[in-house]
């Protein structure tokens, strides 16, 4: 019988058994790993997708975590850093690893060696390395201010040189103590801090307490201490410690967005009175339609620029902080008598950051709206005189009309009387041509008698003409 794992899972030493992890399921022979993707019975063909979405419930699971131990946990931003460079990095690992870039496809691997075990996941904009090993003799109860860094199963220059630029780092020390007097528990923890101000918290049905002061020490690193009942299962201390890790990291990415809320406070201040400047003046008509177009052209660009930038971010703030609240909701506190519980320090130290980047990204949406009612009320005043100078210019080309209509008129009548001679004349030549044959008539006579008839018959045809030309087409 063999071992099958979703996900890849990487051995620094010769222990080839099957491990205790949720991930690995014993018994199962290799061949079925195949016939996920091969037609059912009794089902229609899969979806392409199937297999992996069903799969992504597994993704990432919690590790199991013996008491005592030290997990060293550092989360680094990895802008420009690739999967290769990590991969190439967790190769320098003691025991060489035989990793391979295509092990990082599914951005989860866990590393096992002499002493340690190493997790390694990468996410959209930070990658996390959790090691879990032995805790030192030196940071038992009753211990104050224990070094933590000396005895490290990883040399600490391979922790140094982790591809990235360090975001969370986090000494989290899980203990098995005796949990039947939780405010003896807290005062032997507040001695374990040097005897500092502390948050605690009893997690769960009290089965355990996380004590933590968020303060930095020297080595960049923060601290967490987790008392646990000492019969708390190891699938039970994983499952704390990643709530914990993941609480941490989730601040400090919600956080992210602070100074940028800060750094753009004062130019939205600024785009705000220009703005009211311009609404100002378009209501006084006191510039040109031209120059505060320019002016409200150039601001807008200004302020889609800061949001195309920043709004991600702000975003992302947004998200990060409902994951924060979540992770707090988990861990199911209880207050211990004398302290704070974790859920209370955020609620009074993160909220009102948060609550500064949502401003500042809601202003950056209010100002873009307001920008664009400013325009579009400018653009109405423009429609307006434009459409004033159509009326002017219709008004004039209308007078235009009625004055060459007016012209046209007096032109026919003077062309109905030059027809009407033209025609006399010729009335006038054929009565002289009838005189010459012999025929008694005089020709003045004739042609003045025609006179009148001409003139009728003209100006009947003309009249005849423009009916037909203003008749409605059929």
């Not at 750094?263 to 220009?274: F, I």
């Not at 008539?441 to 203003?470: D, F």
Request: net charge neutral; charged share 25%; glycine share 6%.
């Amino acid at each position: 019988m063999t071992c099958r794992n979703d996900l890849r899972d990487l051995h620094l030493n010769e222990d080839h058994s099957c491990l205790q992890d949720d991930r690995w399921r014993c018994g199962a022979p290799q061949a079925e790993s195949h016939t996920m993707n091969a037609p059912h019975a009794a089902l229609p063909p899969d979806d392409p997708q199937r297999v992996e979405l069903h799969d992504e419930v597994h993704a990432r699971p919690p590790g199991r975590v013996r008491l005592p131990a030290l997990v060293l946990y550092v989360a680094v931003l990895h802008d420009g850093v690739t999967s290769r460079e990590q991969a190439e990095h967790l190769r320098r690992l003691p025991g060489r690893p035989a990793v391979e870039d295509g092990d990082l496809a599914a951005n989860f691997v866990r590393l096992r060696g002499a002493g340690f075990s190493l997790r390694w996941e990468r996410h959209t904009e930070f990658t996390r390395y959790s090691l879990v090993q032995a805790l030192p003799k030196q940071a038992m109860l009753p211990a104050c201010e224990p070094e933590l860094l000396e005895g490290l199963a990883v040399p600490a220059a391979w922790l140094q040189s982790i591809p990235g630029r360090t975001l969370v780092a986090v000494h989290l020390v899980m203990l098995a103590t005796d949990m039947t007097d939780p405010e003896a528990a807290l005062d032997r923890a507040r001695h374990w801090f040097g005897d500092m101000t502390v948050v605690a918290s009893l997690m769960g049905h009290g089965h355990s307490m996380v004590v933590t002061d968020f303060r930095l020490r020297e080595s960049g690193f923060s601290r967490m201490l987790v008392l646990a009942h000492p019969g708390t299962t190891d699938t039970r201390a994983g499952r704390v410690a990643k709530r914990l890790l993941e609480l941490e990291t989730y601040r400090l990415m919600a956080l992210r967005g602070l100074p940028l809320a800060k750094q753009l406070g004062p130019p939205l201040s600024q785009a705000e009175l220009a703005l009211a400047d311009i609404t100002q003046r378009l209501d006084a008509k006191q510039d040109g339609d031209e120059a505060l177009l320019d002016r409200l052209v150039a601001l807008a660009a200004n302020v889609e620029r800061a949001t195309a930038e920043h709004m991600y971010r702000f975003s992302a703030t947004e998200a990060y902080a409902a994951l924060v609240a979540q992770r707090i909701a988990e861990l199911r506190e209880r207050a211990v008598p004398g302290t704070q519980t974790i859920g209370e320090f955020m609620q009074r130290r993160l909220s009102p950051a948060i609550a500064t980047v949502a401003a500042t990204g809601q202003r950056l949406v209010t100002l873009s709206q307001r920008i664009e009612r400013a325009g579009a009320l400018l653009r109405t005043r423009v429609d307006i005189a434009t459409e004033a100078q159509s009326q002017q210019l219709l008004a004039k080309l209308t007078r235009g009309q009625e004055l060459q209509l007016r012209l046209q008129s007096t032109v026919e009548g003077l062309s109905i009387a030059a027809i009407s001679y033209y025609v006399i004349s010729l009335v006038l030549y054929a009565a002289k041509a009838v005189k010459a044959a012999g025929v008694p008539l005089n020709p003045e006579i004739a042609a003045g008698a025609m006179i009148p008839l001409v003139l009728w018959g003209v100006a009947h045809l003309t009249r005849r003409l423009h009916k037909r030309l203003h008749a409605p087409e059929a």
